[in-house]
Structures are given as structure tokens and as C-alpha cells.
């Protein structure tokens, strides 16, 4: 006979771990990057033990509040006012009440993934220099439209997730490779590594 959760039990449960995928990729000369699927992110600080997707070592509550996407738009919900969702604007930070500056960017538009950048003292937990919300395909180059920027180079490698499995390729050329979890991989003139969060 099977056991029925009350409401108290699943909200408990829920808030135990992180809703969404979660991966680290690291970039030779750029940093590492979390990279969260879904479509919607639980923002907080980093002493959190309610599993927050999105840790920041600042003067944050443990949920400050949530970062949607719908369709290709982000909007921030508040903990304090949970029912008004304010449109995130790209290139403007977040409006939450902390020390810390968290920027918003959409870098292409041919891809539904946004980037959270966080301005310095302030870090994020886990040793990352950003965020990821990914959606179909995220962008690694030297241009303004990439997710993670590397400058320097003259290509730029596209990756997208299919099912669970990360494809990546250089842009320009025919085949997807498989991105192996916990193995360095060269893709023309970037290093990277991709692992589980």
C-alpha cells in the first residue's frame, strides 16, 4: 500500500535540494560557470540549508527570492512580494535589497539562456564567477553575444543540451560531439570541463 506525503512533508522535501540540474563547466582562462536548467531558480544566501539554487556569499535572507523564465523573458519574484514579478532587464541588476550587485544579461538572441554576473567583493558559492540559466543552447566566445566570454580567440564553440546529455561543437562546423562529465575536452581553441554540481 502506498504511503501519502501530507503537504508539510513534500514542502519539506522540496526545499531539501535543489529543484534544478545543475552542472559546473570550466573554461581554461575564463573561470567555472554553474549551469542550471529548469525554468525556475530559488536565489539566497550562501549558509542556506534549504538547498537555494543560486548561493551568494553576501547579506542575503536564505531565500531572497526566485528567478522565472517564461518563453525567452526572466523575471525576479521576491520573497518580501512574492506575487509581483518584475521583468529582469538585461545589462541592469537585479532588484534586491543586499550589499550585493547581481547583473543580469541575455547575450544572444538566438538563445533562451540568460547569465548572472555577480560585482565583486561579493561571490558566489562554489567557487563560480557566474550562473547559467540554460535553456536549448548557450554560446563560448570572444563576441558580447556569448554566455562565457573568452577574449582573444576567433572561435566560438556552441553548446546544447539534449535529454540529459551536453553536446558541444565549434561553431561553423558539422558535427556535435558528446561533452563527457569530469573529462577535459578541446574544442578548437577552448578547454573545458564539464561536471556534475
Given at each position: 500500500?502506498?504511503?501519502?506525503?501530507?503537504?508539510?512533508?513534500?514542502?519539506?522535501?522540496?526545499?531539501?535540494?535543489?529543484?534544478?540540474?545543475?552542472?559546473?563547466?570550466?573554461?581554461?582562462?575564463?573561470?567555472?560557470?554553474?549551469?542550471?536548467?529548469?525554468?525556475?531558480?530559488?536565489?539566497?544566501?550562501?549558509?542556506?540549508?534549504?538547498?537555494?539554487?543560486?548561493?551568494?556569499?553576501?547579506?542575503?535572507?536564505?531565500?531572497?527570492?526566485?528567478?522565472?523564465?517564461?518563453?525567452?523573458?526572466?523575471?525576479?519574484?521576491?520573497?518580501?512580494?512574492?506575487?509581483?514579478?518584475?521583468?529582469?532587464?538585461?545589462?541592469?541588476p537585479l532588484p534586491i535589497?543586499?550589499?550585493?550587485?547581481?547583473?543580469?544579461?541575455?547575450?544572444?538572441?538566438?538563445?533562451?539562456?540568460?547569465?548572472?554576473?555577480?560585482?565583486?567583493?561579493?561571490?558566489?558559492?562554489?567557487?563560480?564567477?557566474?550562473?547559467?540559466?540554460?535553456?536549448?543552447?548557450?554560446?563560448?566566445?570572444?563576441?558580447?553575444?556569448?554566455?562565457?566570454?573568452?577574449?582573444?580567440?576567433?572561435?566560438?564553440?556552441?553548446?546544447?543540451?539534449?535529454?540529459?546529455?551536453?553536446?558541444?561543437?565549434?561553431?561553423?562546423?558539422?558535427?556535435?560531439?558528446?561533452?563527457?562529465?569530469?573529462?577535459?575536452?578541446?574544442?578548437?581553441?577552448?578547454?573545458?570541463?564539464?561536471?556534475?554540481?
Amino acid at each position: 500500500m502506498k504511503r501519502q506525503l501530507d503537504v508539510s512533508e513534500t514542502e519539506t522535501l522540496s526545499n531539501s535540494k535543489p529543484p534544478a540540474d545543475r552542472w559546473r563547466l570550466w573554461v581554461d582562462g575564463c573561470g567555472g560557470f554553474l549551469l542550471l536548467a529548469g525554468h525556475r531558480w530559488s536565489v539566497g544566501g550562501a549558509s542556506s540549508a534549504w538547498g537555494t539554487d543560486v548561493r551568494i556569499q553576501a547579506d542575503l535572507p536564505r531565500r531572497a527570492g526566485v528567478i522565472t523564465r517564461q518563453e525567452d523573458r526572466y523575471f525576479w519574484n521576491s520573497a518580501e512580494k512574492p506575487e509581483s514579478a518584475v521583468p529582469l532587464q538585461p545589462g541592469h541588476p537585479l532588484p534586491i535589497t543586499s550589499s550585493a550587485t547581481l547583473v543580469f544579461r541575455q547575450p544572444s538572441p538566438l538563445s533562451g539562456s540568460g547569465v548572472l554576473t555577480l560585482q565583486p567583493p561579493h561571490r558566489f558559492d562554489g567557487h563560480v564567477d557566474g550562473i547559467i540559466f540554460a535553456a536549448d543552447t548557450l554560446l563560448i566566445g570572444p563576441t558580447a553575444d556569448c554566455h562565457v566570454q573568452l577574449y582573444g580567440l576567433q572561435q566560438k564553440v556552441v553548446m546544447t543540451r539534449r535529454a540529459d546529455q551536453w553536446l558541444a561543437k565549434v561553431l561553423g562546423t558539422a558535427e556535435l560531439a558528446k561533452l563527457p562529465i569530469g573529462t577535459r575536452v578541446a574544442m578548437g581553441e577552448i578547454e573545458m570541463t564539464l561536471e556534475n554540481a
